[in-house]
């Protein structure tokens, strides 16, 4: 009897906690159903189904345009980490083969230069291609995200970060590797820029960083809430393998992807977007509408970092488990170990000994070393696909047509029947498979699949059979990625147009650096001369400048200044200049710029001390020097250039024995005028340098077109993202100012070196400027003033080492520094103080980069605007337009 009652007792208790479990059960749904029916009640209020349809669209295509600046950011570190490689590398070489060129006409001399030049470049162009390949793979990372967050599939947003989540969550062992690779990924990520994150930019942008953070914190909440809130009762995180094996349905994973993820991802974009709204209208309120506006954009770029930065972390968890996969196939299938080693070993070799070569620098090595995982990876893959195609062991087609399988499908289907599983296990947009029907399900439809035999592995392994695979593999492992046929048709698109864009800038750049070395090795293709030519009587002087001829006339010389000359010597300056813009004598068109002055300096003569430095050789430079001074009654000097007389500690401050500049010098004024060489436009080196010095600003310039709101960023935002994507290296040197190098220095000039300035790598090939100025100014015997003058490039250079120094420097047609200041470590105030552009109209490249400062804009006076960045217009349009220096010299007739 007691037995029965305790068993009666317990079968109450039972009952009632089953009771109170159904009552919890009850209420929890009933709290659903409210918590549902405000949900979509509010989401009917806000955002009703038409305004949907209209503008979810237009809001996806906005988010992905907001992706294009981390774009544009890993294009221009990754050219920052070449250029580095190039200048360490092409720089010295070319250096030396311009000093003992190398005579084709010997073919053993030509030989033997070749391989010196090829072992020489052998472990940094492997350290290139290491560089390029890693950033390709981060683009890759970058363009996913952009494409995901702008299409949808099966009515599903962001479909791929969803896949990729599936794919790794199902299984433990896949959860785990991502999960380390989220850990050492975010360790990676604050060790560098936990400074930036935690203290700059909070300090500097605190209304965004807390807008940010406080966005992310509600859009976490929700998914969280929503998530565990609407879900059903009794969801067991994962299928077990019982129920994965018996087909049946039911963990919180499947709810969470198929029916939440449809439904209730895309109110993150609109709740961020309301939230984005009410904080503008705020900042507004307190602020104005431009920071507003300047808010908002930064809020939104910040805000599409956690999306890309969870594609990056699936990206390399998903080829650390495919690797795995790929290294387990290797071992089951014995006989394609030989293939593989047969094609890998080269490029592992070379690998290897170019991270000998770089034993010092660890970084350096774990990038060699990631991208040789990388390559044994890609290698075995190949290996996987061959054995599918018809030249390997099994075959997959259509039943119904007989078309074969693509072998990066063909792949994944004869790993499932190898596997013996049920589905394909991998991640897919579109496509999915049913193994014990063998059939394959593309956007809804059925298509019956036939596995053919065509040898067992391991049968026939030939001589041939080997060289077929060697030619397969070849050129399959130079792709920057390989194909993916269960991707989707937006994100095959995606990576084709990344893989032609990136395919077209590198060779652009190695085009480039081939040019430098060629020019250098063989004298007969390096650039055309600039060639001066002085009448008999030397009353007229002739520079010949490829595209325009320039001619500077005395008054005595026979060629009638109004008109255009007639002699055979002047007839290609016929149409240069619009021979009526000329001011009545004593007038000017520019009364600021006409009555400028440097330290006694006219601007027309340092404008023609800017020209000079185009000249061909030393010869004829001091020509046309003797020329000024004859018919100018001026008394300019060149005097030698002292960039290498310093001291070098170490490699970074080797000087780089660039030669673009002179030093004019004027006792009559005691003056130095450093005049800078710009553009040579058959110079393959000049156009390598104009596109390392300005790659980060005009890539911005070309992404302001295209991003809504870009233009208007805070200027030291731009700069200090330039400066980031530059890489600089030199940061803590002190440079010195003119006034405290006069302060400085000694009596003893003999004992008085001082230290070479820092080269950043040779990326500073200007930096013999800094080490020829530093030396006059340490001299006894120095000249009271200094300025500096360029044109182009020139004026760049000379605004920056001008900022920097503090030194007037005079830009003619000078891109501006002012975006890049950062890259080049200029204070903007320094910019502002000591630097000056002359600008003509319709001249595109001073609108590079930003201009402040002292700046003239004068009229151009060329027939055609291509012309009016060329130095000769900028020299005729100050003698022309300024009476006041045609009255200063008046021994000089015309210019034309």
């Known amino acids: 009897m007691q037995g029965d009652t305790k068993t009666m007792g317990k079968k109450k208790t039972v009952s009632s906690l089953n009771e109170t479990r159904e009552r919890r059960h009850l209420d929890i749904g009933k709290v659903r159903d409210v918590w549902n029916t405000f949900q979509t009640a509010m989401w009917h209020v806000c955002l009703p189904n038409e305004l949907v349809m209209c503008f979810d669209p237009l809001l996806r295509c906005i988010f992905a345009l907001y992706y294009l600046p981390p774009v544009a950011l890993v294009v221009a570190i990754t050219h920052s980490a070449l250029a580095r490689i190039v200048w360490v590398l092409v720089t010295p070489v070319a250096q030396e083969m311009e000093k003992q ?35 390709h793979k981060a683009l890759n990372c970058f363009m996913e995200s952009m494409v995901d967050s702008w299409c949808t599939y099966e009515q599903r947003d962001y479909p791929l970060l969803a896949a990729r989540l599936r794919f790794m969550m199902e299984d433990r062992w896949r959860c785990c590797t991502f999960l380390v690779v989220l850990f050492l990924l975010g360790t990676l990520v604050l060790s560098g820029f936990h400074t930036d994150l935690l203290v700059a930019w909070p300090d500097r942008e605190g209304n965004v960083a807390l807008n940010v953070w406080l966005i992310i914190c509600i859009d976490l909440t929700f998914v969280v809430v929503s998530a565990f809130t609407c879900s059903p009762p009794g969801l067991r995180l994962l299928n077990s393998k019982k129920d994965t094996a018996d087909g049946k349905d039911g963990s919180f994973l499947e709810y969470f992807f198929d029916t939440w993820w449809r439904k209730r991802v895309f109110y993150i974009r609109y709740a961020t977007g309301y939230m984005v709204i009410a904080l503008g209208v705020f900042t507004t309120y307190h602020d104005g509408p431009l920071r507003a506006l300047s808010m908002l954009l930064e809020t939104l770029m910040y805000l599409l970092i956690p999306h890309v930065m969870v594609h990056a972390v699936l990206s390399i968890s998903i080829v650390a488990v495919n690797f795995h996969r790929s290294v387990r196939w290797l071992s089951h299938h014995r006989a394609a170990v030989s293939h593989t080693i047969a094609f890998i070993l080269p490029y592992e070799g070379v690998l290897l000994y170019s991270m000998y070569y770089f034993r010092h620098h660890w970084m350096t090595v774990c990038l060699l070393v990631g991208v040789s995982v990388l390559l044994i990876y890609r290698s075995i893959d190949i290996a996987r696909e061959f054995e599918v195609t018809e030249a390997g062991s099994v075959l997959w087609k259509r039943e119904d047509d007989g078309t074969v399988a693509p072998p990066d499908l063909a792949k994944v289907l004869e790993e ?47 001589l041939s059979k080997k060289a077929v695979f060697l030619a397969y593999a070849f050129p399959r492992v130079l792709h920057a990625q390989k194909p993916n046929y269960l991707g989707g048709k937006h994100f095959r698109t995606g990576r084709l147009l ?106 027309w003569e340092v404008s023609l001390l800017a020209l000079a430095t185009y000249l061909s050789t030393e010869e004829e430079v001091r020509q046309m020097l003797h020329f000024m001074n004859t018919h100018m009654e001026t008394d300019w000097i060149m005097r030698e250039r002292h960039g290498m007389d310093c001291v070098a500690v170490d490699s970074s401050t080797k000087p780089t024995e660039w030669n673009g500049y002179f030093d004019f010098y004027s006792a009559k004024h005691d003056l130095s005028v450093v005049a800078i060489r710009g553009t040579d436009m058959t110079s393959a080196i000049d156009f390598l340098i104009d596109f390392n010095m300005f790659f980060e600003v005009v890539l911005y310039h070309l992404l302001s077109n295209f991003v809504p709101g870009a233009g208007i960023l805070p200027s030291h935002l731009i700069a200090d993202l330039i400066g980031l994507a530059s890489l600089r290296s030199d940061g803590n040197f002190q440079y010195g100012t003119w006034e405290s190098l006069i302060a400085e220095s000694k009596a003893d000039d003999k004992n008085n070196k001082l230290q070479c300035v820092s080269n950043n790598y040779r990326r500073d090939f200007f930096a013999d400027v800094y080490n020829h100025i530093r030396y006059i100014g340490s001299r006894s015997k120095r000249p009271k003033h200094v300025i500096l003058t360029g044109h182009s490039l020139g004026g760049a250079v000379a605004s920056i080492v001008g900022a920097k120094m503090g030194i007037q420097a005079v830009g003619f047609g000078a891109p501006g520094i002012t975006l890049a200041r950062k890259k080049f470590n200029v204070d903007l105030r320094s910019i502002n103080k000591h630097v000056g552009n002359i600008i003509s109209s319709h001249d595109i490249f001073p609108m590079i980069g930003g201009n402040v400062g002292e700046q003239h804009r004068i009229e151009c006076l060329a027939t055609t605007r291509e012309l009016c960045h060329a130095m000769e217009f900028l020299v005729g349009a100050l003698w022309r337009s300024c009476g006041s220096i045609r009255s200063r010299f008046p021994s000089m007739g015309s210019v034309l």
């Open 101 to 135: 060129p190398y005579d084709a006409s010997r073919i053993v001399t030509l030989a033997l230069g070749l391989y010196q030049i090829i072992i020489c470049m052998l472990p940094f162009t492997t350290l290139s291609i290491a560089v390029a390949t890693l950033g």
């Open 416 to 462: 499932a029947h190898e596997n013996k599983s049920r589905h394909l296990n991998t991640v897919s947009l579109g496509v999915s498979g049913d193994m014990e029907r063998m059939r394959l399900i593309s956007d809804g439809k059925e298509i019956p699949l036939q596995r053919v035999v065509i040898e067992r592995i391991g049968e026939s392994r030939s």
């Open 498 to 603: 990344l893989r032609t864009i990136t395919s077209i800038l590198l060779t652009f750049f190695a085009l480039l650096v081939a040019g430098v070395i060629l020019q250098a090795a063989f004298p007969e293709l390096r650039k055309w001369p600039v060639r001066l030519r002085i009448s008999e009587g030397g009353e007229i002087l002739t520079i010949d400048h490829i595209v325009v001829r320039m001619h500077l006339l005395s008054r005595n010389a026979s060629a009638n200044p109004l008109s255009p000359p007639v002699t055979s010597a002047m007839t290609p300056a016929h149409a240069a200049f619009q021979w009526g813009n000329t001011t009545a004598f004593n007038t000017d068109w520019y009364a600021s710029l006409c009555a400028r002055e440097f330290h006694g300096a006219s601007v």
